[in-house]
């Protein structure tokens, strides 16, 4: 099956500093991955796609100047929170269609974010 | 806009027992759906999709859901919970005309006792 990984798994950091979140697909390409917050006790909510090569389309409500992405290469995806303050704490979980267009998504195992 | 719908938040059964958690759906287009498990601090683990087809879908673990379209339901079911099932369980709609977003339901936290 694809394989979907992400790095840390968990970062501790001061509120203020930036934060960088890696997204990979480590046994296919992806040109589109998906980025979602989930809260503690809450589901998972989508918070941008990440689209190789162009812009990123994010969700109503994401400031996309905090939440930077960045997908440079075709297996790899970056989030970066900027000036993350306590209320940016969460679980950040990415994900990525085997194919373009494919229904199925393989998640990575998430990074928990803790700011304070 | 299209909605999931997990009504159950807890759900609590006995070791042994069948367990069915409930999902709904409001979406414009033909959907296709899934179930995940999420044990804590951990990522998703798919139980099983749906696409098209026989409505009755088997997954890993044992698990069974069904898709109803006329209850707009995708109901995720299992003959007999082990403890180790205790999880929080998310259903997921997408559909082809939403660049293939996933929608996810707000989850049911399973408890199993002894």
């Known amino acids: 099956g694809a394989v979907v990984s992400q790095h840390p798994s968990r970062v501790i950091c001061k509120s203020g500093t930036s934060v960088k979140i890696e997204c990979r697909s480590l046994d296919f390409q992806a040109t589109t991955m998906f980025w979602y917050r989930q809260f503690p006790k809450q589901s998972l909510m989508l918070m941008a796609t990440s689209n190789e090569g162009s812009k990123a389309t994010y969700e109503q409500g994401v400031e996309k100047d905090k939440f930077l992405i960045n997908h440079a290469s075709l297996t790899l995806s970056t989030l970066t929170v900027t000036s993350a303050h306590p209320e940016d704490s969460s679980f950040y979980i990415c994900s990525a269609p085997l194919i373009a267009g494919g229904r199925e998504q393989f998640f990575g195992p998430g990074t928990r974010l803790t700011v304070l | 806009a299209q909605s999931v719908t997990q009504p159950d938040i807890h759900i609590t059964v006995s070791e042994g027992a069948s367990l069915e958690l409930r999902c709904n759906y409001s979406?414009?287009?033909?959907?296709?759906l899934f179930w995940y498990v999420q044990s804590p601090g951990q990522g998703l683990q798919l139980l099983l999709k749906?696409?098209?087809?026989?409505?009755l879908v088997q997954g890993i673990k044992g698990f069974e859901a069904e898709f109803k379209r006329s209850q707009s339901s995708f109901n995720l079911r299992k003959p007999s919970v082990h403890w180790s099932d205790a999880a929080e369980y998310f259903c997921?709609?997408?559909?082809?005309?939403?660049?293939?977003?996933?929608?996810f339901g707000g989850g049911t936290r399973l408890m199993v006792k002894p």
């Open positions: 997921a709609v997408g559909a082809n005309n939403a660049g293939n977003m996933l929608t």
């Open positions: 749906y696409f098209s087809g026989d409505t």
């Open positions: 979406y414009g287009a033909t959907p296709y």
